[in-house]
Nanobody, 122 residues
Framework: QVQLVESGGGLVQAGKSLTLSCKAS????????LVWVRQAPGKEREFVSG???????YYADSVRGRFTISRDGAANTMYLQMNSLKVEDTATYYC????????????????WGQGTQVTVSS
């Protein structure tokens, strides 16, 4: 089974930028929906951004205009460029895959990375 490994988290000041990476151990199938999900302490996991391999991109309202999802197919790697970070973006960020296709419900994601912590200070 495909394994996902995130990297790039850290501690940043509000207003700064950070880029997360998610590398897949194997080929990603064209029907799969690739996503970034985050979970803040005491809160449920929430959809942040998603990418169809056709190129369609999706964003949660809370990050639209600040975050950009992208993918390097040759490197089997997905990215999340996060600009203008806010304190409320603090969370553990996971990359995940929905093998059945598009969904904004984290319960539909069946392959997960281990997560990377993003902390935004004021």
């Amino acid at each position: 089974q495909v394994q996902l490994v995130e990297s790039g988290g850290g501690l940043v000041q509000a207003g700064k930028s950070l880029t997360l990476s998610c590398k897949a151990s194997e080929r990603i199938y064209s029907s799969w929906f690739l996503v970034w999900v985050r979970q803040a302490p005491g809160k449920e996991r929430e959809f942040v951004s998603g990418l169809r391999l056709s190129g369609n991109r999706y964003y949660a309202d809370s990050v639209r205009g600040r975050f950009t999802i992208s993918r390097d197919g040759a490197a089997n790697t997905m990215y999340l460029q996060m600009n203008s970070l806010k304190v409320e973006d603090t969370a553990t960020y996971y990359c995940a895959v929905a093998r059945r296709g598009y969904s904004r419900n984290p319960k539909d994601y069946d392959i997960w990375g281990q997560g990377t912590q993003v902390t935004v200070s004021s």
